[in-house]
């Protein structure tokens, strides 16, 4: 007896069709997650990534600002979030925003744009 004759070809094409949905969207870029796990922040679930704990902290849509705010002070002034599989990096204060305006500037200046055609 086969495996397939007792769960069928269709049932046995759905559930690796699941499983590599599954993989797929709980699979991160080792390369960012890498660089990410040096900057603090809460732990996140797979596929839902810290979404939850704006449902859970904020008791309505007019108190979700409080969030980040007691996440600021719970991780300092950069943290991170997840959003589903999407990293995001919070600056939660004027000076890391400032150095982050500057760094920017500075590269923007470092392009020569004398060799451009017009």
Not at 5 to 31: E, K, P
Not at 81 to 94: D, S
Request: charged share 15%; hydrophobic share 50%.
């Amino acid at each position: 007896m086969n495996a397939f004759d007792v769960i069928g070809v269709s049932t046995a094409l759905w559930i690796s069709i699941i499983c590599t949905l599954i993989f797929i969207l709980t699979r991160r870029d080792r390369r960012i997650s890498k660089f990410l796990s040096h900057i603090p922040g809460p732990p996140d679930i797979p596929l839902v990534g810290n979404i939850l704990i704006f449902l859970t902290q904020a008791t309505n849509a007019s108190q979700a600002y409080t969030v980040p705010i007691r996440l600021w002070k719970t991780y300092g002034p950069v943290f991170r979030l997840w959003a589903g599989n999407k990293p995001y990096v919070i600056f939660a204060g004027a000076k890391q925003c400032e150095v982050i305006n500057q760094g920017l500037i500075l590269k923007l200046f470092k392009f020569d744009f004398s060799s451009r055609v017009v």
